[in-house]
């Protein structure tokens, strides 16, 4: 009986042996084969600036956060199925409106009425300071495609469309939106 676990043990050994090198085996089979995915960013991880590394221009800088604006907005009307508009307010997409406190506290959470589940839309994004200011100047335009047809009338041409379904501008540093000489984009011309 000594010499029976002996060998019974060897056996036993030997087909953990077979099952573990089976297994690698078809690990790295697998490994091989699948596709490969990129790393997703971690959430900690601030966003890459849109505008170029080597631009820092104040019209860049501003374009970039048009984009975040951009951003944010498409983000709550997907998610709220709504825009960020107090009751009684209905957009016009041939009717540029400013971006002012109401939609900034909408987006950001603070009015509960428009955002019940009080989310930050903006806090990925990481707005300047100064764009903040500016939101309370209400020198930032917004124009959304409400009827679903994902274009919007060019504010600059009234007779072009621009396929976005939501554009952002800033007024410029005379603060008019009507004078597009200084204007800020947030879209690439077409």
Request: aromatic share 8%; with cysteine; charged share 25%.
């Given at each position: 009986?000594?010499?029976?676990?002996?060998?019974?043990f060897?056996?036993?050994?030997?087909?953990?042996a077979?099952?573990l090198?089976?297994?690698?085996?078809?690990?790295?089979i697998?490994?091989?084969?699948?596709?490969?995915?990129?790393?997703?960013?971690?959430?900690?991880q601030?966003p890459?600036?849109?505008?170029?590394?080597?631009?820092?221009?104040?019209?860049?800088?501003m374009?970039?956060q048009?984009?975040?604006?951009?951003?944010?907005?498409?983000?709550?009307?997907?998610?709220?199925?709504s825009?960020?508009?107090p009751?009684g307010?209905?957009?016009?997409?041939?009717k540029?409106?400013?971006?002012?406190?109401?939609?900034?506290?909408?987006l950001?959470?603070?009015?509960?009425?428009?955002?019940?589940?009080q989310?930050?839309?903006?806090?990925?994004?990481?707005?300047?300071?100064?764009?903040?200011?500016?939101i309370?100047?209400e020198?930032?335009?917004?124009?959304f495609?409400v009827?679903?047809?994902?274009?919007?009338?060019?504010p600059?041409?009234?007779?072009?469309?621009?396929?976005?379904?939501?554009?952002?501008?800033?007024?410029?540093?005379?603060?008019?939106?009507?004078?597009?000489?200084?204007?800020?984009?947030?879209?690439?011309a077409?």
């Amino acid at each position: 009986m000594s010499q029976s676990n002996p060998s019974l043990f060897k056996r036993l050994l030997a087909a953990i042996a077979v099952v573990l090198l089976f297994g690698a085996a078809l690990a790295g089979i697998l490994w091989l084969w699948l596709p490969r995915q990129e790393p997703k960013p971690r959430p900690s991880q601030a966003p890459q600036p849109e505008h170029s590394r080597q631009d820092y221009s104040k019209e860049s800088v501003m374009r970039d956060q048009c984009r975040k604006l951009i951003s944010a907005l498409r983000d709550f009307r997907s998610r709220r199925g709504s825009l960020p508009l107090p009751e009684g307010v209905v957009a016009d997409e041939k009717k540029p409106m400013p971006i002012n406190q109401s939609i900034y506290l909408a987006l950001t959470g603070e009015d509960a009425a428009l955002n019940p589940s009080q989310v930050n839309y903006l806090k990925p994004w990481g707005l300047a300071p100064t764009t903040l200011e500016d939101i309370q100047k209400e020198r930032f335009r917004v124009c959304f495609d409400v009827d679903g047809d994902s274009k919007v009338p060019d504010p600059e041409h009234p007779d072009a469309f621009i396929e976005q379904d939501v554009i952002v501008w800033h007024a410029g540093e005379d603060g008019d939106p009507d004078t597009w000489g200084d204007n800020v984009r947030g879209w690439t011309a077409q």
